[in-house]
C-alpha cells in the first residue's frame, strides 16, 4: 500500500488538502488526521510536562491524569 502524507485543513466535515492527490476516482484509502502544532505551542506543552514531571508526584493512573490534563486544556 503506497503511503501519501498531505497537508490540509478541516472546514466543516472536509478536509481541504493544499495540493492534489492526483488518485482514479473511487480508489479506497485510509485517512489519518493529525492536528499540526505550532513550534511555539509544542515548546510550551514540553515546558508544562517537564514541570509536571520535576514534581515527582506519585500517580496512580497515567492515563487518568493524561485525560484530566487534555480536558481542562479544552475548557479554557
Known amino acids: 500500500m503506497q503511503t501519501l502524507v498531505l497537508k490540509g485543513q478541516i472546514k466543516g466535515q472536509t478536509i481541504v488538502l493544499e495540493q492534489p492527490l492526483n488518485l482514479p476516482d473511487g480508489t479506497p484509502v485510509r485517512v489519518e488526521v493529525y492536528p499540526l ?40
Open 37 to 76: 502544532v505550532s513550534p511555539e505551542a509544542q515548546t510550551q506543552r514540553e515546558q508544562a510536562l517537564q514541570r509536571i514531571l520535576s514534581m515527582g508526584l506519585p500517580v496512580d493512573e497515567w492515563e487518568q491524569m493524561e485525560d484530566e490534563i487534555i480536558h481542562g486544556a479544552i475548557r479554557s
